[in-house]
Nanobody, 129 residues
Framework: QVQLVESGGGLVQPGGSLRLSCAAH????????IGWFRQAPGKEREGVSG????????YYADSVKGRFTIARDNAKHIVYLHMNSLKPEDTAVYYC??????????????????????WGQGTRVTVSS
């Protein structure tokens, strides 16, 4: 059974940090571009960050540039999203997903959600004092 599992969410104060993890069951993440998406209450799901596997490319939404870092640990077959300087507007359910159509996220189209066919159940991040 192909499955993605996110972990690491929780409640954190503004300015705090969290590390989200994305692991796979039934396949290995090593040969997929992986994206992190989030959906805040009452809003559409949006792309936050992505990492390719063929060229080391990364993508960050403008809203998280300089605060979030995506990284692969191929030894552990996990993709991390390190989130620093968290803001209340970062509150959302965060999903990781595997892109079955491309190996790089260098293109501006790399975060198109229809290209991501494997999704996790999400992990909730709440930034509040």
């Amino acid at each position: 059974q192909v499955q993605l599992v996110e972990s690491g969410g929780g409640l954190v104060q503004p300015g705090g940090s969290l590390r989200l993890s994305c692991a796979a069951h039934g396949f290995t993440l090593d040969y997929y571009a992986i994206g992190w998406f989030r959906q805040a209450p009452g809003k559409e799901r949006e792309g936050v960050s992505g990492v390719g596997y063929s060229d080391g490319s990364t993508y960050y939404a403008d809203s998280v540039k300089g605060r979030f870092t995506i990284a692969r640990d191929n030894a552990k077959h996990i993709v991390y999203l390190h989130m620093n300087s968290l803001k209340p507007e970062d509150t959302a359910v965060y999903y990781c997903a595997a892109n079955t159509m491309r190996s790089s996220v260098a293109s501006s189209q790399a975060m198109a959600q229809h290209e991501y066919n494997y999704w996790g159940q999400g992990t909730r991040v709440t930034v509040s004092s």
